[in-house]
Nanobody
Framework: VQLQAYGGGLVQPGGSLRLSCAASGCTSRTCDMAWFRQAPGKERAWVAVIRRSGGGTYYTDSVKGRFTITRESAENTVYLQMNNLKPEDTAVYYC?????????????????????WGQGTLVTVSS
């Protein structure tokens, strides 16, 4: 499994960006996919997850209603649509995959439970 994340950039507060993660070796049946982010001086934090085989999507509270995680099965690509961006969303965003057993809800927020990571893509929200 190899992950490649892209789509970051500079955006003004209130703007939108869509991040993409191309996941070779991962399908909608074999991997749970997640986005994490790491803000300057902070630890990496979970943002959202889309579980395999229709297992649902979940978000951290701070992005609910603004971010949407989706999956394009034909392209093995996961997206993170980010709307109404705020300066506190500024971070390096990482996509992650969990192969093997399906991730359980109580474990999805811990980066230790994901076995593959893409390189980060920087999102800067600033006027």
């Amino acid at each position: 499994v190899q992950l490649q994340a892209y789509g970051g950039g500079l955006v003004q507060p209130g703007g939108s960006l869509r991040l993409s993660c191309a996941a070779s070796g991962c399908t909608s049946r074999t991997c749970d996919m997640a986005w994490f982010r790491q803000a300057p001086g902070k630890e990496r934090a979970w943002v959202a997850v889309i579980r395999r085989s229709g297992g649902g999507t979940y978000y951290t509270d701070s992005v609910k209603g603004r971010f949407t995680i989706t999956r394009e099965s034909a392209e093995n690509t996961v997206y993170l649509q980010m709307n109404n961006l705020k300066p506190e969303d500024t971070a390096v965003y990482y996509c992650a995959a969990k192969s093997g057993g399906r991730i359980i809800i109580s474990a999805m927020q811990s980066d230790r439970n994901y076995d593959k990571w893409g390189q980060g893509t920087l999102v800067t929200v600033s006027s």
